[in-house]
C-alpha cells in the first residue's frame, strides 16, 4: 500500500520568512513519482512539480526547491522568501508506475503567510 | 481557456435527491480521473478512464456512484440517493499518453447535502 504523510497541519509564517513544508511517503515500488501541487483558495490543485524515484537530483525554481532523499523517504519543498500570494493548501502526492497512474495524496499543509 | 473544466462549481441538494457533475478535459488528453477531497484531506480517487472506457474504480465509489465518459471525451459523476457523508469537493483531472504526463486539475464541484 501507499501512504504520504504531511505532518504539519498548518504553518504560519511572516513575509520573507523561509519555510519547509515535509512530506514522508511509503511505497514498495522501486519506481515511482512524487508531486508537489499548490490548493489556492479558489480549490483548483496546481502542479508545482513531479520527481522520479531514480532521480535524486535536487530542483530549484525561482523561490522554489526541493530536496529529495530515499534514504528517508522525504521530498521537502522549501519556499525562500515566503510572500503573502503563497498562501495556500500544499500536497504531496505520490504515483507509482502500473497504477493507472493514479495520484495518492497526503492531507495537505495549509501555509499562510503574513505581511 | 484550454484546462480543464467542471461544471456546477457548486451543487446544493437534499439528501436523498440525484445529482450529476460534469467535467470537460484538456482536448487532447484521453485519461481522465476524478477524485473526492474532503474537508481536511487530501483528494481521494475515485475511477479512472481510458478514452470511453472505464479502467479502475476505487471501493470509495459505492453503488450509489456512477461515472460514464460516452464518447470519450467529457464525463459525467453521477450520485444518486445523496447522503450527508457524500458532501465534498469533486475534482476531475486529465492528462495525455506517456508515462510521463502530468495530471491537470479541474476547479472542482463543491457538493453540499443537506
Known amino acids: 500500500a501507499q501512504k504520504v504523510t504531511q505532518a504539519q497541519t498548518e504553518i504560519s509564517v511572516v513575509e520573507k520568512e523561509d519555510v519547509t513544508l515535509d512530506c514522508v511517503y511509503e511505497t514498495r515500488d522501486t519506481t515511482y513519482y512524487l508531486f508537489w501541487y499548490k490548493q489556492p483558495p479558489s480549490g483548483e490543485l496546481v502542479f508545482l512539480i513531479r520527481r522520479n524515484s531514480f532521480d535524486e537530483q535536487n530542483e530549484i525554481s525561482g523561490r522554489y526547491s526541493w530536496n529529495f532523499q530515499k534514504s528517508t523517504s522525504s521530498f521537502n519543498f522549501t519556499i525562500t522568501a515566503s510572500q503573502v500570494v503563497d498562501s495556500a493548501v500544499y500536497f504531496c502526492?505520490?504515483?507509482?508506475?502500473?497504477?493507472?497512474?493514479?495520484?495518492?495524496f497526503g492531507k495537505g499543509t495549509l501555509l499562510t503567510v503574513n505581511p | 481557456d484550454t484546462g480543464v473544466s467542471q461544471d456546477p462549481r457548486h451543487k446544493i441538494t437534499k439528501r436523498g435527491q440525484n445529482v450529476t457533475f460534469r467535467c470537460d478535459p484538456i482536448s487532447e488528453h484521453n485519461r481522465l480521473y476524478w477524485y473526492r477531497q474532503t474537508l481536511g484531506q487530501g483528494p481521494e480517487f475515485l475511477t479512472y478512464f481510458q478514452n470511453e472506457a472505464q479502467l479502475e474504480k476505487s471501493r470509495l465509489l459505492s453503488d450509489r456512484f456512477s461515472a460514464e465518459r460516452p464518447k470519450g471525451s467529457f464525463s459525467t459523476l453521477e450520485i444518486q440517493r445523496t447522503e450527508q457523508g457524500d458532501s465534498a469537493m469533486y475534482l476531475c483531472?486529465?492528462?495525455?499518453?506517456?508515462?510521463?504526463?502530468?495530471?491537470?486539475f479541474g476547479p472542482g464541484t463543491r457538493l453540499t447535502v443537506l
Open positions: 483531472a486529465s492528462r495525455g499518453g506517456g508515462v510521463i504526463y502530468e495530471q491537470f
Open positions: 502526492a505520490l504515483r507509482s508506475r502500473g497504477s493507472n497512474y493514479k495520484l495518492t
